[in-house]
């Protein structure tokens, strides 16, 4: 069965420092990755998605990155985390490389970020 | 551009039946979701429409009106369990765009 795994849970974190934020799925391949960012009473933004290694789409413009250096491997970063960049992280895979399909997606636990 | 609209909170009693609107604007439609987020948790998967009409799972139902861009999820023998939020996202040229969420409270 198909797993995705993101981590760390939780993190706190200074204004102005680094990010690196995991997600591995594992199960599947050519999975459909993306980065979803969850304020509080609201529903999820989307960051980024990746339909192979290498293709990043950016959603918004932020100072937030991602990677896919792997088939199974999402990655978000930052160089330098603002304020506004507190909030909850979910990484999320779907099992068709057609956009247009109607595989629901599954998601990681999530990373509740805390900039201070 | 895409526009979803679900009501913020609902409150229903342990048992009752209820049902949560999603009104949507959209250009492109390839399907809507519907998912249960428990506080401090990951969304998860509920039911999926892509033509008009019901779709039943057990204690969970969700309709779709293409031409009225309109869907609702529907919840029978409500239990305390079910208190979460629920999410209605529309899938367009292949992204889904989420709505706030509707946080429906059971009451016993």
């Known amino acids: 069965s198909q797993t995705i795994h993101q981590w760390p849970a939780t993190l706190v974190q200074p204004v102005g420092s680094p990010l690196s934020l995991e997600c591995t799925v594992e199960?599947?391949?050519?999975?459909?990755l993306y980065w979803y960012r969850q304020a509080a009473g609201r529903g999820l933004q989307l960051l980024f998605y990746?339909?192979?290694?290498?293709?990043i789409s950016s959603e918004v413009p932020q100072n937030l990155s991602a990677s896919r250096p792997q088939d199974r491997q999402f990655i978000l970063s930052s160089k330098k985390l603002l304020l506004s960049d507190s909030g909850f992280y979910l990484c999320?895979?779907?099992?068709?490389?057609?956009?247009?399909?109607?595989?629901?997606?599954?998601f990681g636990d999530g990373t509740r970020l805390s900039i201070l | 551009g895409q526009n979803i609209d679900q009501p913020t909170e609902m409150t229903a009693t342990e048992g009752a039946i209820v049902q949560i609107n999603c009104t949507y604007q959209?250009?492109?439609?390839?399907?809507l979701f519907w998912y249960q987020q428990h506080a401090g948790e990951a969304p998860t998967f509920l039911s999926y429409?892509?033509?008009?009409g019901l779709e039943e799972k057990g204690r969970f139902s969700s309709f779709l009106s293409r031409s009225k861009g309109y869907s609702y999820l529907l919840l029978k023998e409500l239990q305390m369990k079910d208190s979460a939020s629920y999410l209605c996202?529309?899938?367009?040229?292949?992204?889904?765009?989420f709505g706030d969420g509707t946080t429906l409270t059971v009451k016993p």
């Open positions: 959209t250009s492109g439609f390839n399907g």
């Open positions: 999320a895979w779907s099992p068709d490389r057609d956009l247009f399909s109607n595989q629901p997606q599954h």
């Open positions: 990746s339909v192979g290694i290498g293709q």
């Open positions: 199960g599947t391949s050519n999975p459909n």
């Open positions: 429409n892509v033509l008009d």
């Open positions: 996202a529309v899938k367009s040229r292949g992204k889904s765009t």
